[in-house]
């Protein structure tokens, strides 16, 4: 390991003494001579915010960037987030790759900050600390049979599917015939379309071998999605929509009830909002052509939206060993715009299922007792990214403004984060003095027994996926055990 530290590290020993590009902020100069104050910054996280974080600081001429990562591979939700069966949204691992390969930005995985190392111990090595390490947990039901058996997140399901380490253990069940989903967002109609999706158009994605087996089992054929408000306020896309509305072997159960009216309140709404109503109101009331009839006609499979319901409890079996069925409170809506809200009307109803998927949000975790973390909107307080009443402490991503957006959004908030540490560095507001980076966290860890992973070393297991997934068609076969990722390094 020594030797791979030294290709990163072995330019810190010597003096450099190139200048920086034209036009560069001589301001920077000034407070960090390029011969023994090159800013050392790193960031916590290797998911989009962490490369687009470190993407951004590299536009400083001497910065180097570390960027550690928990697990042993790179890319955090677009790795283990992004549908299998949607791998144009993962081609900006092509971007992130770009980034990893620059000369002053290092990849050190198998590391997990807040346990391996501590912030204050990186706060202490490094100029500035950048926290992007998104949220790792998923909010919860807060209802009555939620422990059932039967019961998971659809947070867990998804990270089962693509190759999660810590979700190969999940074992879903998929003997019953309904599943009912919690929540209308895009990882819900995810979690729907992977479920009703024939096993054959799942075969040359990258779905892990042992989720294809296990959904090449599944006797579900009824999906239902249950949200608490109606038709205008769900939180999924219109490119989700059409491709649950086109799935081959799915037909689609709108209740046209629950669109009644909703002709005229969508003249005002904004236009991708409008777009997306329309498509669904068709859907729900428009008969369909000899065609798409015909299709339906013949799907053995169907999911549906459930709209005004929420969830009151998780219904055991007659022998109260696993989940059967949820109570739904029938809710109307009360309120304008964004203040519209779902209040219960008294009324309640069954729905029948054996497996219930939880998919109302994400939520981050506190990373480390020194950080500053409002547990109630599970994000790290900040102002543009510059964590509250810590100096040279920086976050970006959802667990800086929530679990909200896609990749795109992302980019942007991380861009602003990184703006704001680059402001602070030209201000000379962070330690103007040398730091030792990597340099003295890699002693710290060799103490304590972790031993980091290059991006090299991912770049020999990538490889090694793609070797496996070519003899069934597939781009890549995940290696899910770190331990075996680990014996496949000599680690």
Known sequence: ???????????????????PPAGSTPSFRH?????????????????????????????????????????????????FGVAPDHPEVKNVI??????????RCAFWGNVEVGRDVTVPELREAYHAVVLSYGAED?????????????????????????????????????????????????????VARILLTPPEHLERTDITKAALGVLRQSRVKTVWLVGRRGPLQVAFTIKELREMIQLPGARPIL?????????????????????????????????????????????????????????QQVLPSPDGRRAAGVRLAVTRLEGVDEA???????????????????????????????????????????????????????CSGWVKRGPTGVIATTMTD???????????????LLPSGPRPGYAAIQALLSSRGVRPVSFSDWEK???????????????????????EMLRLLGH
């Not at 962490?50 to 001429?61: D, I, V």
């Not at 807060?142 to 039967?150: K, R, S």
């Not at 939880?358 to 950080?371: A, E, Q």
Request: net charge neutral.
């Open 340 to 394: 519209t809200r779902a209040v219960p009307t008294g009324d309640m109803e069954d729905l029948p299922c054996g497996l219930v998927l939880s998919s109302i949000g994400y939520k981050s975790r506190p990373v480390d007792p020194s950080v500053p973390f409002d547990s109630k909107l599970g994000v790290i307080p900040n102002v543009e990214g510059r964590v509250m009443d810590v100096p040279g402490l920086y």
């Open 94 to 103: 092509n971007t992130f790759t770009q980034t990893a390969h620059s000369g």
């Open 255 to 311: 209740d046209p009830v629950d669109f009644l009216g909703l002709q005229d309140k969508i003249k005002e709404v904004p236009r991708p909002r409008k777009r997306l109503t329309e498509l669904l109101l068709r859907t729900a009331t428009e008969k369909p052509g000899p065609e798409e009839a015909a299709r339906q006609a013949s799907a053995s499979r169907a999911w549906g939206l459930r709209f005004f319901r929420s969830p």
């Open 1 to 19: 390991m020594a030797s791979r530290c030294w290709r990163w590290w072995g330019w810190s020993a010597r003096p450099r003494t190139r200048l």
């Open 414 to 428: 991380s861009f602003l984060t990184g703006q704001m540490l680059l402001q602070d560095l030209k201000a000379g």
């Open 138 to 190: 998923h909010r919860a039901l807060e209802i009555p049979g939620e422990e059932l058996p039967g019961v998971c997140s659809a947070r867990a399901f998804v990270g089962w599917y693509n190759g999660l380490p810590e979700n190969q253990e999940l074992e879903p069940d998929l003997s019953c015939d309904t599943a009912v989903i919690l929540g209308q967002g895009n990882v819900a109609l995810d």
């Open 461 to 483: 297991l990538d490889a090694e996926e793609v070797v496996r997934g070519q003899g069934t068609g597939k781009p890549r076969e995940k290696l899910v055990d770190p331990q």
């Open 31 to 79: 407070h960090f001579s390029t011969q023994e104050k090159t800013p050392q910054i790193c960031v916590g996280g290797s998911g989009p915010a962490g490369f687009y974080t470190a993407q951004h600081l590299l536009k400083h001429p001497q910065a180097h960037v570390d960027i550690y990562e928990k697990q042993p591979v790179p890319f955090g939700l677009v790795r």
